[in-house]
């Protein structure tokens, strides 16, 4: 990218907290509770998410739990496919696609995975909630904090603190069910009989997520999450980003509700205060994109319901892009974007495919090393291996094993290993062929394993086999 093409992004350090100390202590934020299109829109996504993470360890596919992801055993079932270590790099490239896709989002959108989907932000909105519900409104919070401890605060407090429990249990609960069946996990909590370790990474998650969206909240966003800090890297002038617009807004004044700003020299920013007071990161938008903006748009719900009561156009802060607030266009099919999005579909591609062509079988073929090979009585050559098959399926198999790349061989040994369900077995046995003449000391030969049930489940795996000159 040009440097043309990147936008300025600020950080709202204030000038006493650089001065005075690095590590200033936490102002807490009383964000104000607000109504509108952006806040319903983010409950609409939060939802499904909260109800997907909640309800997908209940969920049962082929008399198991559908997502499970089995440490112990090194086994991750995942609707009805079980995932072994050996698919790691399966796993690996998941992952990548999903980072690439994240910052493919980031190019077109800005921060719309901090505002709307991400945990941080979705169980903040949770915890913000529950608070409201005990102790009130913005108001009536910084009230409460500046009282005198009562009867009445002990109680808000207590029932404040005792919901987050609830909530940040249920979440560490949940989190360890897809490591551990949670059928299991949550009577054996509830009778205090459960082991060691599923106990303790419960608590530890418990904490993790009452700490994180009960005190620490923007603190995550702001100086813990890397992607903050880099995701302006993705930013261009085309990017939406949410903006107040300034050629609009200033000079900002407070006015009647009747008078003409333009008469008293004023732009159309009230400075009411409210866009700050929303803000779950406590920054003023009006000084300009700042990393510790997380897109979320309730500045944007906030000013509008001020533009609405005070009758002038809305979106005074909106969704816009640099070029769109220069008076331009949103260019919305940009070469960047094109780029990212031809990638995207090529690595879900090869993902795909990798995923529909996986051979849910794994063999490894390991010749004798003590004895390079044995003459028999007969005249013949004797080979040792030792193959180690896992049936990486949710059935039984049991396959046919044979050999190509020798003539007149005899396979001495299990022929037609019997395989359980996600189990593995060695196997030890003798190929025996004629001495015959042969340039070489070592000849390529293949291992065909084919499961006897389901021709498609099939290996084919080299090795050699070693004769005398
Ligand atoms: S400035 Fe607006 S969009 Fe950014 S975090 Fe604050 S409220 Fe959300
Ligand atoms: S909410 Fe709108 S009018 Fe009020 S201070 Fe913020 S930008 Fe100005």
């Known amino acids: 990218m040009n440097d043309d093409q990147r936008i300025d992004l600020t950080e709202a350090i204030p000038a006493e907290v650089a001065e005075v100390d690095l590590y200033q202590k936490r102002e807490k934020i009383y964000t104000r509770k607000i109504e509108g299109f952006f806040q319903r829109l983010r409950l609409y996504t939060g939802w499904p998410l909260l109800i997907g993470y909640f309800g997908l360890p209940w969920l049962e596919w082929g008399g198991r739990q559908a997502i ?8 991750f079932h995942i609707l009805g496919m079980t995932f072994w270590p050996q698919d790691f790099s399966l796993l690996a490239f998941l992952l990548i696609i999903a980072a690439y896709a994240l910052f493919a989002v980031t ?5 719309v995975w901090c505002g709307y989907t991400c945990p941080q932000t979705v169980w903040t909105a949770i915890f913000m909630y529950l608070e409201q519900r005990f102790e009130g409104s913005r108001n009536q919070r910084i009230k409460l904090d500046k009282a005198p401890w009562s009867i009445e605060k002990v109680w808000r407090k207590g029932m404040k603190h005792s919901s987050w429990m609830v909530v940040a249990f249920m979440t560490g609960m949940t989190f360890v069910g897809y490591f551990y069946p949670i059928k299991q996990l949550v009577p054996e909590l509830a009778t205090f009989s459960t082991g060691f370790w599923q106990a303790a990474w419960t608590v530890f ?20 999450c890397p992607y903050a800090r880099f995701q302006s890297v993705m930013f261009d002038k085309d990017t939406l980003i949410v903006s107040y617009n300034h050629a609009r807004g200033e000079p900002r004044g407070s006015r009647k509700h009747d008078a003409d700003p333009k008469e008293l020299g004023l732009g159309e920013c009230i400075d009411c205060q409210l866009c700050v007071q929303v803000c779950p990161t406590g920054i003023d938008i009006r000084e300009g994109l700042q990393y510790e903006c997380i897109g979320c748009a309730l500045c944007i719900d906030a000013c509008n319901s001020i533009m609405d009561k005070m009758q002038y156009p809305r979106d005074l802060i909106s969704y816009t892009s640099e070029h769109e607030l220069a008076g331009g266009k949103m260019h919305w099919f940009r070469p960047r974007i094109l780029g990212y999005a031809a990638m995207l579909c090529i690595m879900m591609s090869v993902f795909a495919y990798n995923l529909i062509n996986r051979v849910p079988l794994e063999l490894t073929v390991m010749r004798d090393r003590g004895d390079l090979y044995v003459q028999t009585n007969d005249g013949r050559i004797e080979n040792i291996y030792t193959l180690h098959i896992v049936n990486m399926t949710d059935q039984q198999h049991r396959y046919l094993l044979s050999v190509e790349g020798l003539d007149d061989v005899l396979i001495m040994g299990n022929r037609e290993p019997l395989v359980p369900a996600g189990e593995d077995l060695t196997v030890s046995l003798r190929l025996n062929a004629p001495s015959g003449a042969s340039a070489t000391a070592s000849s390529p030969i ?5 499961a006897e049930d389901n021709p498609q489940l099939s290996v084919r795996i080299e090795s050699r086999f070693m004769r005398p000159l």
């Open 68 to 75: 499970l992801f089995d440490l112990p055993a090194r086994k």
């Open 107 to 111: 190019v077109v959108a800005g921060r």
């Open 205 to 224: 998650f418990t904490l993790a997520t009452y700490i994180n969206a009960g005190w620490m909240r923007e603190q995550v966003c702001k100086y813990m």
């Open 446 to 450: 293949h291992f065909n394993l084919t």
